[in-house]
């Protein structure tokens, strides 16, 4: 059974860095396919990073990596700004699956001004 624990969220001001860890246990980051989502109250579900995906409200600040040693990724925060305020999570698609089928419990990263 894939599972995600999340860790890293935390209170920043605008302009300042978070990195999120999300780490994996049931399947190997390498291949089971793990993005970065987040929510904000009143918002749809953003997704917003993955191997080769960035969101535009998130592009050219946020980046994904990986730690293949520790089964583990990342997501770089730079440059953070009041409307990046959310709700995030990490998800993986699982061995052998196209969708996000696995989510971790997510971390609340508030920036303020």
């Known amino acids: 059974q894939v599972r995600l624990v999340e860790s890293g969220g935390g209170l920043v001001q605008a302009g300042g860095s978070l990195r999120l860890s999300c780490a994996a246990s049931?399947?190997?980051?390498?291949?089971?396919?793990v993005g970065w989502f987040r929510q904000a109250p009143g918002k749809e579900r953003e997704f917003i990073a993955g191997r080769v995906y960035y969101a535009e409200s998130v592009k050219g600040r946020f980046t994904i990596s990986r730690d293949n040693a520790k089964n583990t990724v990342y997501l770089q925060m730079n440059s953070l700004k009041p409307e990046d305020t959310a709700f995030y999570l990490c998800?993986?698609?699982?061995?052998?699956?196209?969708?996000?089928?696995?989510w971790g419990q997510g971390a609340q990263v508030t920036v303020s001004s």
């Open positions: 998800a993986a698609k699982g061995p052998g699956s196209s969708l996000y089928n696995y």
């Open positions: 049931g399947c190997t980051v390498s291949t089971c396919g």
